[in-house]
């Protein structure tokens, strides 16, 4: 189950198991979201996104679920796999104002894949 | 696909030097380059945006004197940390926009600097 870490929350699931990784995100303003998979001593690498007019996106394996109401983003990942296991984040994007462009990522989710 | 390349991907210096960290787009045209600070189990925290020709934008609280962007064409920034203390130890990575794919950001595989 998930647990909060020193500063990651931490969910640890076994290997064909399904895995849903949770983000609440901050801006109402934020248009477009995306999942990252970040593996030790490496820079993030693109999994999933979604756009504001959107609630479900599905991709191989993965979905993503937006919630706009509460402000919530969520990342499934079926048959969850040992190479898996790395940190999770989120991230949204308004695509106006002076924000245009700016990524602000999310606090992060461990996952981790037990055989 | 797009790649972003990043040097050094380790660096290790004395208190009270400068280093340069490079981001290149190898096969697209970036016109804005954004550098991230992420400290071990944090997340990744956006230090400045690097527009092509122009000044960077930097985040609340980031010293652009200390942290020097310089993104002189249109498949390089630059980010130099300058005077660097041990406090500036940390994972430097870049991210770069295709001027043509809209919203798609990609990566750099991140700097480890090591500042004793």
């Known amino acids: 189950g998930e647990s909060v870490g020193l500063h990651l929350p931490t969910l640890s699931v076994q290997e064909g198991d399904n895995s849903i990784i949770n983000c609440a995100y901050s801006?109402?303003?934020?248009?477009?979201f995306i999942w990252y998979k970040q593996e030790s001593g490496k820079g993030p690498q693109f999994i999933i996104d979604?756009?504001?007019?959107?609630d479900k996106r599905q991709g191989q394996r993965v979905t993503v679920l937006l919630n706009k109401t509460v402000k919530h983003l969520s990342l499934q990942i079926a048959a969850t796999q040992p190479g898996d296991s790395a940190v999770y984040f989120c991230?949204?994007?308004?695509?106006?104002?002076?924000?245009?462009?700016?990524?602000?990522f999310g606090q992060g989710t461990i996952l981790t894949v037990h055989p | 696909g797009a790649v972003v390349s990043q040097h050094p991907s380790r660096v290790i210096c004395k208190s009270g030097t400068s280093v340069k960290i490079e981001c290149r787009s190898l096969d697209f045209q970036a016109t804005t380059m954004f550098w991230y600070r992420q400290f071990p189990k944090q997340s990744l925290m956006l230090m400045a945006t690097s527009n092509e020709g122009s000044k960077a934008t930097y985040e609340q609280g980031v010293e652009k004197d200390k942290f020097l962007i310089n993104h002189a064409s249109l498949t390089l920034s630059t980010l130099t940390v300058t005077s660097a203390h041990p406090e500036d130890s940390s994972f430097y990575i870049c991210s770069a926009r295709d001027q043509w794919q809209g919203r798609g950001y990609t990566f750099g595989s991140g700097t480890r600097l090591t500042v004793v």
């Open positions: 991230a949204e994007n308004i695509s106006g104002g002076t924000s245009y462009g700016k990524l602000t």
């Open positions: 979604i756009r504001s007019n959107m």
């Open positions: 801006n109402s303003a934020s248009d477009y």
